[in-house]
């Protein structure tokens, strides 16, 4: 599996960014090899835990138009994106769901 953490600064009031996440969830649901997506803030900072099948489809994720609206915030500054390999067995001993088909 591949882990993607993408953070990004905003001015955007945090009820209107959850009012434009909301919007986002159905197609997130749908996006392929995502197992798993949380959502995250701290004060003005906000974040996305995302864990993928694999690296291709967590490149395919970013390629795509989700995550462009996520780096498209309104008053957004500081946007980074880092990749992490996934220690599998350790993991999915601590509870990490597998992802489908796996």
Same mark, same amino acid.
């Given at each position: 599996?591949?882990? $993607?953490?993408?953070? /990004?600064?905003?001015?955007?009031?945090? #009820?209107? %960014?959850? /009012?434009?996440?909301?919007?986002? /969830?159905?197609?997130?649901?749908?996006?392929? @090899?995502?197992?798993?997506? =949380?959502? %995250?803030? &701290?004060? #003005? =900072? %906000?974040? @996305?835990?995302?864990?993928?099948? =694999?690296?291709?489809?967590? &490149?395919?994720?970013?390629?795509?138009? %989700?995550?462009? *609206?996520?780096?498209?915030?309104?008053?957004?500054? #500081?946007?980074?994106?880092?990749?992490?390999? $996934?220690? &599998? *067995?350790?993991?999915?001993?601590? @509870?990490?769901?597998?992802?489908?088909?796996?």
């Amino acid at each position: 599996m591949h882990a $993607v953490l993408i953070t /990004v600064r905003s001015s955007v009031a945090p #009820d209107a %960014l959850t /009012v434009l996440f909301a919007e986002q /969830v159905e197609a997130v649901q749908s996006a392929p @090899g995502l197992v798993m997506k =949380t959502w %995250l803030r &701290d004060g #003005d =900072t %906000l974040a @996305g835990f995302h864990l993928f099948a =694999t690296r291709e489809t967590a &490149d395919e994720y970013l390629a795509g138009g %989700l995550a462009a *609206e996520f780096s498209a915030l309104p008053a957004r500054s #500081d946007h980074v994106v880092r990749h992490f390999a $996934v220690l &599998d *067995e350790l993991s999915h001993a601590t @509870g990490t769901p597998r992802p489908l088909g796996a």
